[in-house]
């Protein structure tokens, strides 16, 4: 294994990898950085933003929940960009990057499934292979995002070693990166692993926050004084974090995944139980035992049950930024039927997470306080687990 100090987020991140992955890491984080400074690249990537994802997505007061609760509370409406979620909004740069990099397949990971849709309907677009590999266990919780994956042209790859479920997705698509480095980019979903994928995915996802910020301002003439998102992996989280950072009367609080108790694989809250250790190539808040081993975990929410953090959540959470706390799953589940019947709106089940935490917040602020959830996903791909009530 080698360390180089890169990608740093206080003592968290960098890029912790077998020495076959060293030069192709070192590849994508020259192509991003030209990519950055690129007037081309990024008129393309707004351009790909605009008239495929549709942004920008809206901001929206849900009036009869705010009257319900006694605050305010705006929804930024990832549901609504194309595929469902805020997931598309990465995939789009990073295979633009992959075509500019004159990659002609792609590889990447998915739990609930989001990620993977988005990434088979932007490989889809651009005419590249596609691979996707996904828990076993999500394949059977997330069935119409599998089939979305098939119709898309994308092969589905079933994991069935370990838990079955995320982290192991990631185990199987790095595998499948270093076999084939040549002619492969590994899309990654979220703000984890090596450096530069933290960063990169993060500056992908910034479009949320930049968008939410100018629209918070023209609404209510004034920032919100709480954001609210889910955290899995944190890529929605930091994304809309991200352009508040330097507002200090703004606070955040990312919302981990409490699942059925606070025993060690109950739930996949690394800020509950987590110590700092190295996974999947970064240094973060793991889930592990006294001897490193990983810990399974659980959540209700395929795209929350994973055993790490991303690396700028963890330095966020040190440095006293951001506070963290847990929703259940039964929280998750009401606050799926309170949004879906007060608003008309299906959530995520991981966005249902952050909506959990927000109606709890809610009773214990000022009347006149706003508040700003990420909605981060559509609950469609959630219809079965929610109707049969499962744990």
Request: aromatic share 6%.
């Given at each position: 294994?080698?360390?180089?100090?890169?990608?740093?987020?206080?003592?968290?991140?960098?890029?912790?990898?077998?020495?076959?992955?060293?030069?192709?890491?070192?590849?994508?984080?020259?192509?991003?950085?030209?990519?950055?400074?690129?007037?081309?690249?990024?008129?393309?990537?707004?351009?790909?933003?605009?008239?495929?994802?549709g942004?920008?997505?809206?901001?929206?007061?849900?009036?009869?929940?705010?009257?319900?609760?006694?605050?305010?509370?705006?929804?930024?409406?990832?549901?609504?960009?194309?595929?469902?979620?805020h997931?598309?909004?990465?995939?789009?740069?990073?295979?633009?990057?992959?075509?500019?990099?004159?990659?002609?397949?792609?590889?990447?990971?998915?739990?609930?499934?989001?990620?993977?849709?988005?990434?088979?309907?932007?490989?889809?677009?651009?005419?590249?292979?596609?691979?996707?590999?996904?828990?076993?266990?999500?394949?059977?919780?997330?069935?119409?995002?599998?089939?979305?994956?098939?119709?898309?042209?994308?092969?589905?790859?079933?994991?069935?070693?370990?838990?079955a479920?995320?982290?192991?997705?990631?185990?199987?698509?790095?595998?499948?990166?270093?076999?084939?480095?040549?002619?492969?980019?590994?899309?990654?979903?979220?703000?984890?692993?090596?450096?530069?994928?933290?960063?990169?995915?993060?500056?992908?996802?910034?479009?949320i926050?930049?968008?939410?910020?100018?629209?918070?301002?023209?609404?209510?003439?004034?920032?919100?004084?709480?954001?609210?998102a889910c955290?899995?992996?944190?890529?929605?989280?930091?994304?809309?974090?991200?352009?508040?950072?330097?507002?200090?009367?703004?606070?955040?609080?990312?919302?981990?995944?409490?699942?059925?108790?606070?025993?060690?694989?109950d739930?996949?809250?690394?800020?509950?139980?987590?110590?700092?250790?190295?996974?999947?190539?970064?240094?973060?808040?793991?889930?592990?035992?006294?001897?490193?081993?990983?810990?399974?975990?659980?959540?209700?929410?395929?795209?929350?049950?994973?055993?790490?953090?991303?690396?700028?959540?963890?330095f966020?959470?040190?440095?006293?930024?951001?506070?963290?706390?847990?929703?259940?799953?039964?929280?998750?589940?009401?606050?799926?039927?309170?949004?879906?019947?007060t608003?008309?709106?299906?959530?995520?089940?991981?966005?249902?997470?952050?909506?959990?935490?927000?109606?709890?917040?809610?009773?214990?602020?000022?009347?006149?306080?706003?508040?700003?959830?990420?909605?981060?996903?559509?609950?469609?791909?959630?219809?079965?687990?929610?109707?049969?009530?499962?744990?």
């Amino acid at each position: 294994m080698r360390n180089v100090s890169a990608g740093r987020f206080g003592n968290f991140g960098g890029r912790f990898v077998p020495e076959t992955l060293m030069q192709p890491l070192l590849d994508l984080e020259e192509a991003y950085q030209e990519a950055q400074g690129d007037k081309i690249f990024q008129d393309d990537l707004k351009r790909h933003l605009r008239d495929f994802v549709g942004r920008e997505t809206p901001l929206y007061l849900a009036e009869r929940l705010s009257h319900d609760l006694g605050v305010k509370i705006y929804l930024k409406r990832e549901d609504l960009a194309h595929t469902g979620a805020h997931k598309i909004n990465n995939a789009l740069g990073q295979i633009l990057l992959a075509v500019r990099m004159g990659k002609k397949r792609i590889v990447a990971e998915t739990g609930a499934g989001q990620h993977g849709v988005a990434t088979a309907a932007v490989a889809a677009k651009f005419g590249l292979e596609c691979v996707v590999y996904m828990g076993q266990e999500d394949m059977q919780r997330q069935q119409a995002n599998v089939k979305r994956m098939h119709l898309l042209g994308a092969k589905v790859v079933a994991v069935e070693t370990g838990s079955a479920t995320l982290k192991d997705a990631v185990s199987e698509a790095m595998r499948d990166w270093v076999t084939h480095v040549g002619h492969t980019h590994y899309l990654l979903g979220s703000a984890l692993g090596p450096h530069p994928y933290p960063t990169m995915v993060r500056d992908f996802q910034t479009v949320i926050g930049n968008e939410a910020r100018e629209q918070i301002l023209a609404h209510e003439g004034r920032l919100p004084d709480e954001l609210i998102a889910c955290v899995g992996g944190g890529s929605n989280a930091i994304g809309l974090f991200s352009a508040f950072l330097k507002d200090q009367s703004v606070q955040m609080t990312g919302v981990e995944a409490g699942g059925r108790g606070s025993a060690i694989g109950d739930h996949a809250a690394r800020f509950l139980s987590g110590s700092i250790g190295v996974f999947q190539g970064t240094q973060t808040y793991v889930l592990q035992n006294s001897d490193g081993q990983i810990c399974t975990t659980h959540s209700i929410s395929a795209g929350l049950d994973y055993a790490a953090v991303g690396p700028e959540h963890a330095f966020l959470k040190e440095c006293g930024r951001v506070r963290f706390a847990t929703a259940s799953d039964h929280e998750a589940l009401a606050a799926f039927e309170k949004l879906s019947r007060t608003e008309g709106i299906l959530p995520a089940l991981e966005s249902s997470h952050a909506l959990a935490y927000a109606f709890r917040r809610a009773k214990n602020i000022q009347p006149a306080s706003l508040l700003l959830v990420n909605l981060s996903g559509r609950g469609d791909k959630d219809l079965d687990i929610v109707e049969s009530g499962r744990i």
